[in-house]
Nanobody, 128 residues
């Protein structure tokens, strides 16, 4: 599956952005989706994941209560709604997909090495 993340930009602290992850080539129904980010000078870190069944959604502690992950099967897209953004959220954000066997899978991967497909990142800059 080919993925493309978009929706990044420059936003002031406290602002919001919604990142989108568009898939082409195959339906995302059989994929768990993960969002990762890489801040300047840091390792890439896992941010959030959602299972194919949407039963499982997880977040890194630093974004809990501020970020919301979702997916839309009709549009073949996934999203990351980011509210109350902080300067430390500044990073390149990537969406990634992990192939599963069952539509009812609750798999919600956190390890980048588990992901089968990656999209090009989108830059998010939080600054006043």
């Amino acid at each position: 599956v080919q993925l493309q993340a978009s929706g990044g930009g420059l936003v002031q602290p406290g602002g919001s952005l919604r990142l989108s992850c568009a898939a082409s080539g195959v339906t995302l129904d059989y994929y768990a989706i993960g969002w990762f980010r890489r801040a300047p000078g840091k390792e890439r870190e896992w941010v959030s994941c959602i299972s194919p069944s949407e039963v499982t959604m997880n977040y890194v502690d630093s974004v809990k209560g501020r970020f919301t992950i979702s997916r839309d099967a009709v549009k073949n897209m996934a999203y990351l709604q980011m509210n109350s953004l902080k300067p430390e959220d500044t990073a390149v954000y990537y969406c990634a997909a992990d192939r599963v066997i069952s539509l009812r899978s609750s798999r919600c991967p956190k390890n980048e090495h588990d992901m089968d497909s990656w999209g090009k990142g989108t830059q998010v800059t939080v600054s006043s």
